[in-house]
């Protein structure tokens, strides 16, 4: 993304993006729409309302990986390759780090964040359910978004796209498996989630071990760089703490919204599901940009200082 007309590379870098959101809110929108349809809305409802939180801590380590994929993208378009193993190896490395603390931090304070919301009752065992698998298998997300993060710092979009495709298909035909067939309940929704999750995953690990750039993977050489493990935080803290911030201020939303009983949840956990769609060619544009920017930073087409320092 450093040469030929940048205008063209943000916009097809942009396109797979976009259709990859597509299909991973698609998903999203999908699970509602079977756990409602053959759980009913105490389920729904479960399932609706742990958005908020799993938010929370989904926003704040993807911080972390958005700081990553800046780095990695930089060391790319400098053509540093020296940098560049360093920064993939050591974001690898962050990445399992955070992955290991949102699992634990999941499934410690769910049932605390539950209560504090004043989930009713009637909701509060199947919603704590949810989130202690969801959270049990959170590892996966994280070292997913960080392992697209570095596809997308090397001008990759397309890749994630097709295990976006191929892991929504699986979490809906799972769905329909463990809801409507096994009769599994919500524990069935969240444990179709995190395998699909495992299956996106293990999909982009096998993407990086066998690229031939500079930014392959190999696993016996994780580390942690300090210089990149520094600019990594300095690049997604902000980040991080911006996610938080919103996710928390939704967080206190859904707690008023709690007080109203299993129905209104429900409700707005539908709303939230279709409000989702609107903001995605937004964030699909801002990838391509930020990608854009940095591996022209890297490139030293920029006029600010030190532009491959890490």
Same mark, same amino acid.
């Given at each position: &993304?450093?040469?030929?007309?940048? $205008? $063209?590379?943000?916009?097809? !870098?942009?396109?797979?993006? !976009?259709?990859?959101?597509?299909?991973?809110? &698609?998903? /999203?929108?999908?699970?509602?729409?079977?756990?409602?349809?053959?759980?009913?809305?105490?389920?729904?409802? +479960?399932?609706?309302?742990?958005?908020?939180?799993?938010?929370?801590?989904?926003?704040?380590?993807?911080? !972390?990986? /958005?700081?990553?994929?800046?780095?990695?993208?930089?060391?790319?378009?400098?053509? /540093?390759?020296?940098?560049?193993?360093?920064?993939?190896?050591?974001? &690898?490395?962050?990445?399992?780090?955070?992955?290991?603390?949102?699992?634990?931090?999941?499934?410690?304070?769910?049932?605390?964040?539950?209560?504090?919301?004043?989930?009713?009752?009637?909701?509060?065992?199947?919603? $704590? @359910? #949810?989130?202690?698998?969801?959270? *049990?298998?959170? !590892?996966? =997300?994280?070292?997913?978004?960080?392992?697209?993060?570095? =596809?997308? *710092?090397?001008?990759?979009?397309?890749?994630?796209? #097709?295990?976006?495709?191929?892991?929504? =298909?699986?979490?809906?035909? =799972?769905?329909?498996?463990?809801?409507?067939?096994?009769?599994?309940?919500?524990?069935?929704?969240?444990?179709?989630?995190?395998?699909?999750?495992?299956?996106?995953?293990?999909?982009?690990?096998?993407?990086?071990? %066998?690229?031939?750039?500079?930014?392959?993977?190999?696993?016996? $050489?994780?580390?942690?760089? %300090?210089?990149?493990?520094?600019?990594?935080?300095?690049?997604?803290?902000?980040? +991080?703490?911006?996610?938080?911030?919103?996710?928390?201020?939704?967080?206190?939303?859904?707690? #008023?919204?709690?007080?109203?009983?299993?129905?209104?949840?429900?409700?707005?956990?539908? #709303?939230?599901?279709?409000?989702?769609?609107?903001?995605?060619?937004? @964030?699909?544009?801002? @990838? *391509?940009?930020? @990608?854009?920017?940095?591996?022209?930073?890297?490139?030293?087409?920029?006029?600010?200082?030190?532009?491959?320092?890490?």
């Amino acid at each position: &993304m450093t040469e030929g007309d940048y $205008k $063209k590379d943000i916009i097809f !870098f942009a396109i797979p993006v !976009f259709i990859g959101a597509l299909f991973q809110q &698609m998903y /999203n929108t999908v699970d509602s729409l079977i756990v409602g349809n053959y759980l009913g809305p105490d389920a729904l409802a +479960a399932v609706s309302s742990t958005g908020a939180l799993t938010f929370l801590l989904v926003g704040f380590f993807w911080g !972390f990986s /958005n700081g990553a994929g800046v780095i990695v993208a930089r060391f790319i378009g400098a053509r /540093n390759e020296d940098r560049t193993f360093h920064a993939v190896h050591t974001a &690898m490395g962050v990445g399992l780090v955070c992955g290991a603390l949102m699992t634990v931090l999941g499934v410690i304070i769910s049932p605390i964040l539950l209560r504090i919301m004043q989930t009713p009752q009637s909701v509060y065992v199947e919603a $704590k @359910t #949810y989130l202690t698998i969801y959270f *049990a298998g959170s !590892f996966f =997300l994280v070292m997913y978004n960080m392992m697209v993060a570095i =596809l997308q *710092a090397a001008g990759d979009s397309r890749h994630p796209l #097709y295990y976006l495709v191929i892991s929504s =298909l699986t979490n809906i035909v =799972l769905d329909v498996v463990f809801i409507a067939v096994f009769r599994m309940g919500v524990e069935g929704a969240a444990l179709a989630t995190i395998l699909s999750e495992c299956l996106s995953m293990l999909l982009c690990l096998q993407r990086l071990l %066998r690229a031939e750039d500079s930014y392959r993977v190999d696993l016996r $050489k994780i580390h942690f760089d %300090r210089r990149c493990v520094r600019q990594i935080i300095h690049q997604g803290l902000p980040t +991080a703490f911006q996610a938080t911030v919103i996710d928390i201020g939704n967080l206190l939303i859904q707690s #008023y919204i709690n007080s109203f009983g299993a129905l209104a949840m429900a409700g707005i956990g539908a #709303y939230t599901k279709v409000e989702g769609f609107c903001f995605l060619p937004v @964030t699909s544009f801002s @990838t *391509a940009v930020t @990608t854009f920017v940095s591996q022209n930073y890297g490139a030293g087409r920029s006029s600010s200082p030190s532009p491959v320092s890490c």
